[in-house]
Every structure is written in structure tokens, then in C-alpha cells.
């Protein structure tokens, strides 16, 4: 389906945001392994690595989903992961961890992605009520 208000299709969209999920968790991957090796860095990255790289996991099962609200279900489990990914950056950024840019950056881009997730599910939402 056409949409009408950006000349795109429903698929090329859907393509658009997966590489925006991986490029996301690969972006994340590589901030990982810039970190210092020090226990506090490793600790965080970790824990940022996980959660960052399982977004666009959770996008994609969601993608696959075979009702409404298993759709939800998987997007709503992405956006926990990226508002406990951007708490890991919002960890890392006092402790000097990796540069404040490059964080910020990452943070912008966690919340455009939080963003079209949200209105992903409250348009569902909307849909399966009305």
C-alpha cells in the first residue's frame, strides 16, 4: 500500500526502520568495543550491548507476529529495551565511558526509534479498538 503522504510504501517504511534497528544495534556493538576495558565499562557495556542489540530483534519478531496483540506484545518489549539501553548511556556518560557525542547521538536516535514505536502500537491499538 501507497502512502500518500510520503510517497512511500508500507514495505519500503518497514525496510527503512529495520536498518534503522540494526544499524542501531550495530552502532551499539561498535561503542562496546571502544569502551575501556576497566570492570565499571565492561560492566555497563554489557548491559548496554544486550539491551541495544535486542531491539531490533524484538522489531522483527513483531514484524512477524500473527495477531494484534502479539504485535504489541513485541513492540512494547522493544521499547523496554531501548529506554533501558538509553539508561545505560545516560550511566556511561558521567563516568566518561565513551565520548558525550557519540552518546548523545545514540540517545537521539533511541528516542526517534521509541517514537515511531510508540505510535506504531497506539495506532494498533487504536485500530483494534474502533
Known amino acids: 500500500m501507497r502512502n500518500e503522504n510520503c510517497g512511500t510504501t508500507d514495505a519500503e517504511r518497514k525496510t527503512d526502520l529495520n536498518q534503522r534497528m540494526r544499524d542501531f544495534a550495530l552502532q551499539v556493538i561498535r561503542l562496546y568495543s571502544a569502551l575501556p576495558k576497566t570492570t565499571v565499562a565492561q560492566v555497563i557495556g554489557k548491559q548496554m550491548l544486550r539491551?541495544?542489540?535486542s531491539v531490533g530483534a524484538h522489531y522483527c519478531e513483531g514484524?512477524?507476529?500473527r495477531s494484534d496483540a502479539e504485535?504489541?506484545?513485541k513492540l512494547e518489549g522493544a521499547q523496554q529495551e531501548l529506554a533501558e539501553t538509553s539508561y545505560w548511556f545516560d550511566l556511561a556518560q558521567p563516568e566518561?565511558?565513551?565520548p558525550a557525542v557519540r552518546l548523545?547521538?545514540?540517545r537521539r536516535e533511541a528516542d526517534e526509534l521509541m517514537a515511531i514505536l510508540v505510535a506504531s502500537v497506539k495506532t494498533v491499538k487504536r485500530r483494534t479498538r474502533g
Do not use: D, P
Open 96 to 98: 566518561s565511558l565513551a
Open 63 to 65: 514484524t512477524r507476529s
Open 51 to 53: 539491551a541495544g542489540t
Open 104 to 106: 548523545e547521538v545514540l
Open 71 to 73: 504485535f504489541i506484545s
